[in-house]
């Protein structure tokens, strides 16, 4: 059973730049979920996708969009990088909408953006 | 409303036991408990529900007092292999985004 599969795992930019991390969910998974931790500290929640639709949001700007396709893949967009983006970039995938209030989360490993 | 971890760090050698605690200030729905190796996906390991459960598997249990908002992490007869970051992940409605603390390291020795 394929678990939770992140793309690229390494990436380098520099500021300005725009840069797209992509995500497959775990078999079954029909929500992605994104999160961003930088070095020491816990994941911070980006944003939800679920029927291909933005759903929740965290307190990130404008500049943080992403996409979610019909096979539940996703797509995390960010434009104008700044210095302060690096970090490592978390997908996580869950079972259900609303009605999995359980919310348990399986994460992929990642992908590691660093800012020049 | 991040929730506070405590110990930030523990070293402990195999045979050894450890709590891990983390306390929100806002009443929650659950708690989610998942631990990270270097390099590595978070591994989700347990969840628990208000209602004040406690529960575990193999040596790791972890419980949940609704009333002070607080979850406790129990690793006992601690191996090599429990060695990484442990974060807990409060839910305060139910399917609500999780918010993590900032971790404990935890290094396991021979």
């Known amino acids: 059973d394929a678990g939770v599969t992140q793309s690229p795992t390494h990436l380098i930019k520099t500021r300005g730049q725009q840069v797209t991390l992509r995500c497959s969910p775990k078999s079954g998974h029909d929500t992605v979920s994104w999160y961003q931790q930088a070095l020491g500290q816990g994941p911070q929640f980006i944003f939800q996708y679920y029927e291909e639709e933005e759903r929740q949001r965290g307190n990130f700007p404008d500049r943080f969009s992403g996409h979610q396709f019909p096979n539940y893949s996703s797509e995390l967009n960010v434009n104008a990088l700044l210095l302060g983006d690096s970090a490592l970039y978390l997908c996580?995938?869950?079972?259900?909408?609303?009605?999995?209030?359980?919310?348990?989360?399986?994460f992929g490993a990642g992908t590691r953006l660093s800012v020049l | 409303q991040q929730p506070v971890q405590s110990p930030q760090a523990v070293i402990l050698r195999e045979g050894e036991d450890a709590v891990i605690n983390c306390s929100s200030s806002?009443?929650?729905?659950?708690v989610h408990w998942y631990r990270q190796k270097h390099g590595e996906a978070p591994v989700f390991l347990m969840i628990l529900l208000k209602g004040g459960e406690q529960k575990g598997h193999d040596k790791i249990s972890a419980s949940f007092n609704e009333k002070k908002q607080q979850s406790s992490l129990y690793l006992t007869a601690s191996q090599l292999s429990y060695s990484g970051t442990y974060f807990c992940g409060t839910d305060s409605k139910g399917n609500t985004p999780l918010v993590f603390g900032k971790g404990t390291r935890l290094s396991v020795i021979a």
């Open positions: 996580a995938s869950s079972l259900g909408g609303t009605v999995n209030a359980k919310n348990i989360q399986y």
């Open positions: 806002k009443a929650l729905y659950s």
